[in-house]
């Protein structure tokens, strides 16, 4: 006889009719887990730490000197956001208040500290070396290089009026020219209008777009300026344009025309190459034919292969080989 335990001895209730009252292997069983002990998840927890990553680790190969600030800065904000740790540079994700939480945001924090300090110049460490969080040393780098920027703009605006093409291929001069554009619209930002859209038949937009229309119709300008001189008749297409195109679809067409050119030369090269090398085995076979002996006849300067007239004039052949002899 099977003895079923009383469930109502332990404080549970009884189990209801037609359930099996014994847990099977395959039942799952619930856990349930304080607040503060949910398994953290890499992909989308900025307070795990990945097995890969330590103090000592390269960043980016951008390193900050005087000259390379906006480079540096796009660097930094193109790999913390990879290793869901922008948060702590930009504010967005300030310490917890739990004390568990807490001390894991401090650890982290001096990580990402760490790989701040490590894209910055040695002779440049000292001076951010008191800060205490990844985002006063952020704060302090961006007050030293952004706060005074006249003179930066100044040579800004000069590198982008003398800027050329020169040797430089035509993707590799726009992408420069690019750069410059990208750090001076970061230093001077194109002016907005303050409803941010929310009006309708806003003169404020409408002067905001015309500005936008203008900022970009210099900027083609400044671009076709410092290309070579064998782009003038494609920039005269270009600007023949009732509405003159973006600066990349100006790009764009100026490299089809390149590529259509280099696909033509390499053609004519080639071509120029079949042609010499015709010419040259010519050569050879004349100066060939010159010092060889005829099997047939004795004669030199053709050969038995060659000789037509031992198949149609076998007289005209006797004739000739009277003559060599």
């Keep these: 006889m099977v003895n079923f335990r009383d469930e109502t001895s332990s404080g549970s209730p009884n189990p209801s009719y037609g359930t099996n009252p014994f847990p099977t292997v395959n039942e799952p069983q619930v856990t349930h887990q ?3 002990s949910v398994k953290r998840k890499y992909n989308n927890d900025p307070l795990v730490i990945h097995p890969v990553d330590h103090p000592g680790l390269t960043l980016t190969t951008a390193v900050l000197t005087r000259e390379t600030y906006f480079g540096w800065c796009l ?3 193109l790999a913390l956001p990879a290793k869901i740790k922008i948060g702590f540079i ?5 310490r917890p208040i739990d004390q568990e939480d807490g001390r894991q945001w401090g650890i982290v924090d001096s990580m990402v500290r760490a ?3 490590n894209t910055i110049d040695i002779r440049l460490q000292r001076r951010f070396q008191s800060t205490k969080t990844s985002r006063d040393l952020w704060l302090e780098v961006k007050s030293r290089y952004e706060g005074n920027n006249g003179p930066r703009r100044y040579y800004l605006q000069k590198d982008i009026v003398i800027l050329q093409q020169g040797r430089n291929d035509l993707e590799e001069y726009y992408s420069k020219v690019r750069l410059l554009w990208d750090e001076m619209f970061s230093l001077k930002p194109v002016r907005r209008c303050r409803c941010g859209g929310t009006k309708t038949d806003c003169d404020g937009c409408f002067l905001e777009t015309e500005m936008l ?3 970009e119709e210099n900027k083609l300008l400044q671009f076709l300026m410092g290309l070579n001189d064998h782009y003038d008749y494609v920039k005269d297409q270009i600007l023949m344009q009732e509405s003159w195109p973006a600066v990349y679809k100006a790009f764009t067409m100026l490299q089809n025309v390149e590529k259509n050119n280099y696909s033509r030369s390499v053609q004519q090269d080639s071509s120029m190459y079949v042609r010499e090398g015709n010419d040259r085995r010519n050569y050879l076979d004349k100066s060939k034919s010159k010092n060889s002996i005829c099997n047939h006849c004795g004669g030199k300067g053709h ?3 060659k000789l037509f007239q031992t198949s149609r004039l076998p007289g005209l052949v006797e004739t000739t080989k009277r003559k060599t002899e």
């Design 90 to 94: 930009d504010g967005t994700f300030p």
């Design 34 to 36: 304080q607040p503060g």
């Design 115 to 117: 790989w701040i300090m």
């Design 303 to 305: 050969l038995k292969e």
């Design 75 to 77: 660097s930094i904000q």
């Design 213 to 215: 229309q203008d900022d």
